[in-house]
């Protein structure tokens, strides 16, 4: 199933009235307009292969219809994701629930859609049918070098199954950690990993790189083994220049500032890329910006001022993933909101007048630093966002051209009402 | 000193032009503009009289000039904020740092700034010079009955005072709690604030009501005897029908849903008014919407909507006051901030689209009632506030002005620049 | 499988000899010994059915071996676990997970091995099979009143099911809530709610009770419609007389007075039960006093405290329970952890010198308050415990028995390797 | 005032049947107790100068009578709670709050009660009255290098007298952060305090150490400087040997795992010393100990086993010190209590059976971890730690004995009951 392009056009023409009105109006309001336009359309926010099922929690999982039964699938569904948006233009794999069959048809289907593959995620957080240890006690922290090997191995495996997708980067979230106090000694599970991913590191073709995601808590609720950025700086720097750090914006304790974390990991050379979500009161994995936009906002706005001053292309400096769990809302429908909340932090942050506010804290006027913020924030951004989708051939509202099409109705016709994504 | 009404004129002046364009815009975009600045004209939030100087920490304070030094120059300091901003039109004092020596004077004065008297606010967390009893183990749940007799009749003296300055409200607030496990015998503390209300209770004028402020922690570090919304029902229920529960936005545990604590105390009948602030770890008291701003606006979605389902006025059904401090910024320009943050949170849940989001609601269309909310909150509201403010001789731009003037130089000129507002 | 007594008399024996030297020592120092191991044989904690298989996450689960698969062997392994510390002599089922086909077996079952049927646990969080209606969007709390009246149904067969086991409590656990902002009508939920639970209410027989478990979040991410104690004491208060709330102790915000909440809901004589669990971060249901024992003990300070100003008898005046999950643990010795870790707190508060308190508190002597409550958690208890359990039967060491008899080597033997607790 | 030796002895004599009877019993229960006693002997926790008068918070503080005018009072406290407990042998003074008029008589004095100096402490947080640069915005961070070089200027004669007085140490913690977002630059923030910090590193004699000390937030918030373990570790790498973290128990976010910091830094290498406190919420400052005891001794044995790991001394290896703030009780009470908790956590730890927990680690048996742990924690030190005070002429009951002598009654017959301790 592929959306045509006369179907995006003639919904645009319906819109077209009202939005040439607004653009016009907010190209008068804002100098500059054609530079920040630019950067959206580069800009690429890669979907993971998981998002496309209904996620669940522990109490349970309300399957919704139609969702991708296989990888070819997935491809399908991220395709008609990115023909809405055009922000969508990348897929991240999930291994083992990824693996591919035939790599070249892959290849030429995702191609065919205009989407690359981006990061690849490696799987040591379940057992699988197969596999000749457990990782319930952990993988590359495991104070059995065998389970270590096993899961070092899937890792370069992994990163195998990429070379031949054409992805450049490795993430490797570990749910490595303890429950309970006295389970784990912390420096020997410290220890343990770092050589577990200096064997992985050691695999890494040239121009590849590792990003080594931190996250506080969950699945074990003691201690993580790599908790924190801290930790993950940590393991990046003693393992070399090809490793970074990711941050998933989930992954946090209560309150911490991530915008901080993004710009001194950007000092640091070592931030890697971003796992957008939104959330509450742990790793809830809502839609990003749907519960602090504004944080959104101030992190594009460390990440805007960070590249800038390291020289950094935003489009391909770092990598842009979305890391979400469907539970209420069509997959679909989610992620084109995700991807809306995620381009408009992003165009904020490009309205950010620089100069004033870099003069606003030489003077320590903070007072005025707010307001240079805030005016960015306040402004309404979306036409902005549109012009750019418009202008590469996206469709002017794509949630609502999801539903005119009745893609989610085709999608059951043609899967099933009772499906379950690979993985989930 | 005072703001000329031509001072007003001439700065509005220049911004006529672009903000005629902008609200033109706005007026064609959105239906119904002219009922929603009937409102915004109508709605005032009062300023607390201890906002007016520079606030500090346990660990010092950095004095800014030109602050308030008695009680006239708190009116007058507001004077200057409603003048610029037209909706600050009360004061909320403090007793016993706002006593008045002349009160036919101080109303009238405050008379001649269109000021009125909010809620009144006691105090029994700090020890006054002439204190027969201390505070230090608490006041209205103190075990001796001679400490509660004090604080009793220091809140009937705030009562008293409040009456012949025309105030209608007093808010209690009470440090009251436990810094350590075993200090206090939680349903003794209970019973004995109860009593001490119900005997400021009884001493309450027909049409006064008491708010009865819920605190988590701080700065009792253990347990507080008015810890959650919960507790401060319980009192508020047991007291009798003019006992409310007052909202502080600062005052609640990591990640609480202040907007489902609003509704339900509205569902209730006991919502009885705010403390506007904002916060990222604790009683940060920083400037409203600095931090959390989609939160700010979520809680405006439950009030127009609850307030509208009871028949509630907006303006005068609950007591709106900004609770603030003002450590880093000028406190004039950091209360423009905030009354400015608060009334476009206000404005952005009147344009929300009611009818469309009880239908989403009515069918779990989630996706749906994200995008109703969001397509208010991403509206730029500035031009509509603004508009409001200049019908009713307010400033375009209350900040600019205010720097445009030197109101803190002249203020600084005239009272010096060494100064500390009373209670501070 | 069944314990035999001369196994636990044999164990017992190679133990006396150190037991007896601990026990004397201990009661030379403490006065009333006696008393106190009275109300400890006295004191029954129950065993939900769901916690005797390997818990997991929602990124996956590591299973143990031989692990209960009906209802009758997981009434057997309470049954080992009673045998081994005489203080579990109660199951609290779950339906659907637990529906008996022949009411007088089970209880003949359970009766032979000294069990009582403790609350009767409904299920609306997930969907089963054969459901008309899905609970994706809530049960109780649901927008259409269909879902409701199938979510009501089931909780009156619940209780049709408890009165023909002989149980007289129903808890009412609601994953209801919202992932979102806008996606919820707070006060239409919470009064859908309640009129689904007043339907519920009316159907208990006399002399039973129903609970209302509050908690803060997960499954749900935004709100929960029986969100915190406040919620479940409003609604257990326009119930009527026969409900109560439960306190889960993994169901509140991030530094969370819970010890005061109990004192309060007994003060208000709307305490009805406990699930003892410990945690770090959220809803982490990891065993009991594993992470924070002096909370568990400050509870249980309350709970003595309060239970006797009301009269009440600590053994059956309010529910006790565990609810746990064991993700990295054997089932059941995480339970004789958890029975073990609770039994000593309940015995420090009744070491507390309850006079010499009062006396402390009424002169705010702080500093002697806490030597007073630390110097009864600083005692070592286990002797005391100990003492208990020999009494009635039990294994002096019962984490040490179950090991030596090899009693998961057993099950493993009869029920498998590869085996999945029912419900989970 | 001093505490006369035949005050102790009278009074010990009293507790002697008691205690040797308790001694003997752990004694038969417990192996190596003589090298457990030798390190208590050894261990001595420093007291802040700041420590000894009654604290408060931004809302008030209540003092009690008697507290030191002056550092030879100050010095006089200290002395008299060494006499006592023989466990608290070192003061670390704060600059300018302590600054010594003639140095050999301050040391002189010191040494008469037995007392070293510990690290030394600067103030950049608050404006002296003779300054000519603020800290309103900072102090090393500042974008102002004069206020920079006013900071580093002032950390450098901190040094010089910790020289003078024959301390090793400076502890720099640093409030500098930002109230609100955009008011920094994050990395010119942390280039400026690198900046700073290598100009005071250059001044650091041979043999001093430098503790970075790290805060979350507190009395900025919005960001911090130095805010968590991960930029203070940052630092002091790139600073160099003589630069270490110091961990506050008190400066984290919710639920942060402190132990497993702890680990880390010291397999870094780079743990340099505690402050130690309890909290509950924020940087609550209470007495150690007396919230999270369990959290108190899972730190302890991590420093235990990692310090023997390393080859360093307990005693020597880091730096110990109480950071607390007294704002109810008696501060020497307070400190007693402190000074006992930390003894017996360290006890605790000491008594944990290393060898079996290495084994159960190895064998992921974490009910056995656990097991383990608890073992250790459920034992009744307090016999352990009396012995130890007992064998250097300390008393056998600091609390009571210091209550029986009247000393707070006879401070304030000697220093008045209005008194403010100098820097409170």
Redesign the interface.
């Known amino acids: 199933m592929r959306i045509e392009k006369d179907q995006i056009e003639a919904h645009n023409e319906l819109a077209a009235v009202k939005h040439k009105?607004?653009f016009a109006?907010m190209s008068?309001?804002i100098e500059g307009l054609e530079g920040i336009i630019e950067k959206l359309i580069k800009f690429q926010i890669a979907i993971p292969s998981w998002a496309l099922g209904t996620?669940?929690?522990?109490?349970?999982r309300?399957s919704g219809g139609g969702e991708p039964g296989n990888l070819e699938e997935k491809i399908q569904d991220i395709g008609l994701l990115h023909a809405l948006n055009r922000s969508s233009g990348a897929i991240s794999l999930h291994i083992p629930w990824d693996i591919p069959t035939d790599y070249d048809a892959i290849k030429s289907l995702a191609s065919s859609y205009d989407l690359k593959f981006d990061a690849m995620n490696s799987n040591t957080?379940?057992?699988q049918a197969d596999q000749a240890y457990?990782?319930?006690?952990g993988s590359l922290q495991h104070?059995d070098k065998g389970v270590r090997q096993q899961a070092i191995d899937h890792n370069i495996e992994v990163i195998r199954q990429g070379v031949a997708l054409g992805s450049s980067a490795l993430t490797v979230w570990l749910?490595d950690g303890?429950?309970?106090?006295?389970?784990?000694?912390?420096?020997?599970a410290?220890?343990n990993t770092l050589e577990s991913l200096e064997e992985i590191y050691a695999a890494l073709p040239d121009e590849w790189k590792i990003f080594v995601e931190y996250k506080?808590?969950?699945?074990n609720?003691?201690?993580t083994t790599v908790?924190?950025?801290?930790?993950s700086?940590?393991y990046a720097t003693k393992l070399g220049p090809k490793a970074y750090t990711l941050v998933d914006l989930g992954h946090h304790?209560?309150?911490?500032?991530i915008?901080?974390i993004v710009?001194?990991l950007?000092?640091?050379g070592k931030l890697g890329g971003f796992h957008f979500n939104d959330?509450?009161?742990?790793d809830?994995d809502?839609?990003a910006g749907?519960?602090?936009?504004?944080q959104l906002f101030?992190i594009f706005?460390?990440l805007v001022?960070?590249m800038d001053?390291k020289g950094m292309d935003h489009a391909t400096g770092l990598g842009w993933m979305i890391d979400a769990?469907h539970?209420?809302?069509?997959p679909l429908?989610?992620l084109i909101?995700s991807v809306e909340?995620i381009m408009?932090a992003y165009t904020q942050a490009l309205l950010i007048d620089r100069k004033a506010?870099?003069a606003?804290?030489?003077e320590?006027d903070?007072?005025k630093?707010?307001?240079?913020?805030?005016d960015a924030?306040?402004?309404?951004?979306?036409a902005i966002v549109q012009e750019a989708r418009l202008r590469t051939g996206g469709a002017a509202n794509p949630?609502q051209l999801f539903r005119e099409l009745k893609i989610r109705e085709k999608l059951i016709g043609s899967r099933g009402l009772k499906t379950v994504a690979t993985g989930l």
Do not use: H
């Open positions: 009105r607004k109006f008068e309001e996620g669940g929690t522990r109490f349970g309300f957080f379940q057992d457990s990782y319930k006690f104070v749910a303890s429950c309970f106090p006295g389970q784990l000694n912390f420096r020997g410290f220890q506080a808590f969950e699945p609720f003691y201690s908790g924190d950025w801290g930790q700086l940590l304790l209560p309150n911490a500032n915008e901080q710009s001194l950007l000092m640091e959330s509450k009161y742990g809830d809502l839609t749907s519960m602090k936009p504004y101030l706005n460390e001022e960070g001053a769990s539970n209420v809302k069509d429908e989610d909101q909340a408009l506010l870099l606003a804290q030489q320590n903070v007072a630093c707010q307001e240079i913020l805030q924030f306040r402004t309404d951004a979306r949630i």
